[in-house]
């Protein structure tokens, strides 16, 4: 798949792009992740030197308990940075599912709206009138109280794909220049729902939008290492988390992933060069 974001071409067609995540948050579940806003421009090179293709700037955690911040504040933090990455050349996207906040960080430059809920109609008015791409995910409940909502599904990989299916389908007839769609690991899931998730990427692949993931570090992770249920902030001081986190990443690029938004990138980017190297021996041997 070839994606069109910031005027280039990115070429997802056997190789999954790499999303460096940069928080400007102040109680993210990665604390290592958080930066301040004079350390942003920094952060984004070595994010890029280790193989990061775009940059997701974010200054509001989803973690369970997370404290709420104002439109206001959200921009005070994302605006500036997003401005000084874009001066110098980074591909960039918001995360947020405010509308306010995505207004402003595209008036900064962003490349990418990356929203969470869905995005709700004055945030898909944003995309289409700026002419922007957004993301979209499934979940069930609301940011930082999913765990409140129902995790049980008839089955979860066919309500994810057909939702995100629909929306796309609105939001491309509303006039969004590019629709990327999420299944939304860990948001209202208990741990075999990952699972299937995960095997049904190839069918959300073949919807034709590019299918980004986000599962670095989550709680689900812990779980699948023995070490129970946990909240990803509880999560991070387990062993393992960065090797399950490139585990999954990996077997979600082969399974038909074309972008992962990840923390630990130059370890993930290592990983996904045998990946791509995997399908791009398989894509010619099936064209023979």
């Known amino acids: 798949m070839l994606i069109e974001l ?10 999954c792009l790499v999303m460096g995540i940069l928080n400007v948050a102040t109680d993210s579940p990665v604390s290592e992740s958080i930066v301040d806003v004079g350390s942003a421009p ?3 090179d070595q994010l890029r030197a280790a193989g990061a293709v775009i940059i997701d700037v974010g ?15 959200e921009i005070a933090r994302v605006a500036p940075v997003i401005a000084m990455l874009v001066a110098e050349g980074h591909l960039v996207s918001v995360d947020t599912w405010t509308a306010e906040v995505a207004r402003a960080a595209v008036d900064a430059g962003a490349h990418l709206i990356n ?5 709700d109609p004055s945030t898909v008015a944003v995309a289409v009138e700026t002419n922007t791409p957004i993301a979209v995910m499934h ?7 999913h765990r409140e909502a129902t995790h049980e599904y008839q089955d979860v990989a066919l309500e994810v794909r057909g939702y995100l299916d629909r929306r796309a389908r609105e939001i491309e007839a509303a006039g969004a220049p590019d629709v990327w769609i999420d299944p939304g690991f860990q948001f209202g899931r208990g741990l075999s729902d990952n ?8 069918n959300l692949s073949n919807l034709g939008h590019p299918v980004l993931i986000s599962a670095s570090r989550k709680g689900f992770l812990a779980e699948m290492l023995g070490h129970g249920e946990l909240r990803s902030h509880d999560a991070q001081s387990r062993p393992g988390m960065m090797e399950a ?28 060069n045998i990946s791509a190297a995997a399908r791009g021996m398989q894509r010619e041997a099936t064209s023979r």
């Open 42 to 44: 920094r952060r984004a």
């Open 59 to 73: 200054a509001q955690s989803t973690r369970t308990g997370a404290a709420q911040v104002s439109p206001a504040e």
């Open 245 to 272: 986190t490139i585990a999954f990443n990996v077997l979600a690029a082969w399974m038909g992933a074309h972008v992962v938004r990840v923390h630990d990138v130059q370890e993930v980017a290592w990983a996904l």
């Open 115 to 119: 929203d969470i809920t869905g995005a």
């Open 139 to 145: 979940m069930r409940g609301k940011p930082q109280r």
């Open 6 to 15: 910031g005027g280039q071409t990115l070429d997802a067609t056997d190789r």
């Open 195 to 202: 699972l299937r998730l995960l095997l049904d990427l190839p």
